[in-house]
């Protein structure tokens, strides 16, 4: 019985479990349908099969208007994109060359051979009757025994002949064929740069084969200066000014543009800092203290600078015990720079000065080591004097010291 139970109670679930099925697939089947003929009712509409129904104003469908030309044709316009930067890049970017360092090596077997031994960018800055002249940086040049100049991709590379270098500064300028040359960047006013206006990177990084490359991005700020180390003992040398810049500036963009949005020269790109997780450190000389540096350079093959005629070293690196034996200063005096050796007939000499004294002021500038030193006299010409405050023997005294032309290094 059980068995004959379980056996009838099976075909009443599926007669129920059948009858249910069909229910739901016919109203599942009614409201899709339903719904189908609601999608189509607008096109039904238009169509003329349901002549009584209009849809609603909102859902009218818009015609599109076409703007005839004078002979009744329909006109497909084009749209040339422009921008300050596009311009700003047209006006400089074929006055920014490639600048290709030449130097002697020896191959596998002992033979020497000329070679490629790195490039850099350059800026083509001036024309003088058959003569152009570019500007780039000392390191980019350094070591050369020739320098060649590419102008256009796929044109062959000029002949460059070194006017001048400057090793402190890190500026040299070229002199190449001028009748090569089609475009001559104009320098701007980099004193009256603000911090968050847009600046445009343009050089080769990496090499010629990426020359030209754009990149964009903003003064990010006007007041930085750099300690030079330009003899490599570890010591700074001299302090530049120098723009920084968020400007993508990769290796061989050394000597390139940093332009504003008016396509003016404001800065040439010099230095980047390169360190793990450090993006959009680029730092550039500004025009305005390169352009002395350029004119003395063409003028004179060096730069003219003033000098006392003394070998600074900072107080800094001095051991602690020498500051009272022999130096003899003050407890209060921290900083400051010592004469290591003075030149006879020096302007220094002359003026009385001596070996050991310790400067710490000049006119009313407080220096603190040698490349600050270097910079407020940078800032002098020649035959000016300056007032120097400095120490001998535990006390203060002041003299004035005419300054000559330095020495070419």
Do not use: W
């Not at 020739?146 to 070194?162: F, H, M, P, Y």
């Not at 002395?292 to 015990?321: C, F, H, N, T, W």
């Amino acid at each position: 019985m059980g068995y004959y139970d379980d056996d009838f109670y099976d075909d009443r679930k599926k007669s129920r479990r059948g009858g249910a099925s069909t229910f739901f697939i016919s109203l599942v089947s009614a409201i899709i349908g339903g719904l189908i003929v609601l999608m189509m009712v607008p096109t039904l509409s238009k169509s003329g099969y349901l002549p009584g129904f209009t849809l609603p104003p909102a859902e009218q469908e818009q015609p599109t208007q076409e703007t005839p030309n004078p002979n009744g044709r329909n006109v497909n316009y084009s749209v040339e994109v422009g921008s300050g930067v596009v311009d700003a890049v047209k006006k400089v970017e074929n006055a920014v060359v490639g600048v290709i360092n030449i130097q002697r090596s020896r191959d596998f077997f002992g033979q020497s051979e000329e070679g490629e031994a790195g490039t850099g960018s350059g800026i083509v800055f001036r024309k003088a009757g058959d003569k152009a002249y570019i500007v780039t940086n000392y390191h980019v040049i350094q070591g050369a025994q020739r320098v060649q100049v590419s102008l256009i991709k796929g044109e062959k590379n000029l002949d460059a002949k070194i006017v001048g270098r400057d090793r402190l500064t890190d500026l040299a300028v070229l002199e190449v064929d001028g009748s090569k040359v089609q475009q001559v960047a104009e320098f701007g006013d980099s004193s009256q740069v603000k911090a968050g206006e847009p600046a445009i990177a343009i050089g080769n990084p990496l090499g010629l084969e990426f020359s030209r490359t754009v990149t964009q991005g903003i003064i990010s700020s006007v007041e930085r200066t750099m300690p030079i180390d330009s003899n490599g003992d570890g010591e700074p040398d001299y302090e530049v000014n120098v723009l920084q810049t968020d400007a993508a500036i990769n290796p061989g963009n050394s000597g390139g543009a940093l332009v504003n949005i008016a396509g003016q020269v404001i800065g040439i790109n010099s230095l980047k800092i390169a360190k793990a997780g450090v993006e959009g450190l680029g730092f550039a000389i500004p025009i305005d203290d390169a352009s002395k540096i350029i004119d003395d350079l063409i003028k004179y093959k060096s730069v003219q600078r003033p000098a006392m005629g003394v070998i600074p070293v900072d107080l800094s690196s001095i051991p602690r015990e020498a500051y009272k034996d022999p130096l003899q200063l003050p407890n209060d005096v921290e900083s400051g720079v010592v004469i290591k050796d003075i030149s006879p007939m020096s302007p220094a000499d002359k003026a009385g000065l001596k070996r050991y004294d310790v400067m710490v002021q000049l006119d009313d500038q407080k220096i603190t080591n040698q490349a600050g030193l270097r910079k407020y006299l940078f800032q002098k010409s020649i035959g000016d004097t300056v007032k120097v405050t400095f120490y001998r023997d535990g006390k203060q005294q002041t003299v004035n010291v005419t300054l000559a032309k330095q020495e070419v290094e």
